[in-house]
C-alpha cells in the first residue's frame, strides 16, 4: 500500500501542485491580516472591541488604494531682462504714463477718503455717544435696541478702520493724508 500512495504523488500534475500552493498562500495571508475596528469615523487596528461603538470591520469589506505622488513642477520666475535668450520683454511704463497712474490712484484714493469720513460722521451722529434714539419699534423691544447700538458701533470701529487703510495708502503711495 505504501508503494501505491508513493506512485500517486509521483503522476500528480504540475499544475495542481501550484494550485495548492497558491491556495496555501492566500489561506495564510488572510490568516495573517489584522482586525479593523471602526470606531464613528476612526478606522484602527487596535483592539477596541471592549469599547463602546466600536465594531469589528470584515476584511473583505476593506478596500486600499494606493495614490500616486506627481513630482512638483520647479516655479518658474520672471526673468529680471539680464539674460539674452529671453524671448519675454518686461514692458516697462513711461515716467508721465506711470506720474499718470499715480495721480488717479490719488484721486480714486481720496474720493474714498471722503465717502469714509462722511459715512463716519453720520455713524457717530447716530450714534450719539452710546445713546442713539429709540425707534418706535425698540421701545416695547429693548433687545432690538442694544442689539442697533451694537451694529453702530462696530459700523463705527469699521469706517475707523478703513480711513486708517486708507491713510496708510496714501502714505506709502507718498502722499500727505487727507485732512
Request: a positive charge; glycine letters at 6%; hydrophobic letters at 35%.
Amino acid at each position: 500500500m505504501g508503494a501505491k500512495n508513493n506512485q500517486f504523488s509521483r503522476h500528480l500534475p504540475p499544475s495542481l501542485c501550484a494550485a495548492f500552493a497558491l491556495a496555501l498562500a492566500a489561506q495564510s495571508a488572510c490568516a495573517s491580516q489584522e482586525r479593523i475596528f471602526r470606531c464613528g469615523n476612526l478606522y484602527t487596528n487596535l483592539d477596541k472591541a471592549s469599547e463602546t461603538g466600536c465594531e469589528p470591520v470584515p476584511v473583505d469589506r476593506i478596500s486600499v488604494v494606493q495614490s500616486q505622488v506627481l513630482p512638483a513642477k520647479p516655479v518658474q520666475r520672471p526673468s529680471t531682462g539680464s539674460g539674452s535668450g529671453s524671448s519675454k520683454s518686461v514692458a516697462r511704463v513711461s515716467g508721465s504714463e506711470q506720474r499718470q497712474k499715480d495721480g488717479e490712484s490719488r484721486q480714486i484714493l481720496e474720493a474714498e477718503w471722503r465717502k469714509a469720513k462722511a459715512r463716519l460722521q453720520d455713524l457717530q451722529a447716530e450714534y450719539n455717544h452710546g445713546e442713539p434714539e429709540r425707534l418706535g419699534t425698540e421701545r416695547n423691544n429693548p433687545q432690538k435696541y442694544l442689539d442697533r447700538v451694537a451694529a453702530l458701533k462696530s459700523s463705527i470701529t469699521r469706517t475707523e478702520a478703513d480711513l486708517t487703510g486708507i491713510r496708510r495708502e496714501l502714505a506709502r503711495m507718498g502722499f500727505a493724508a487727507v485732512p
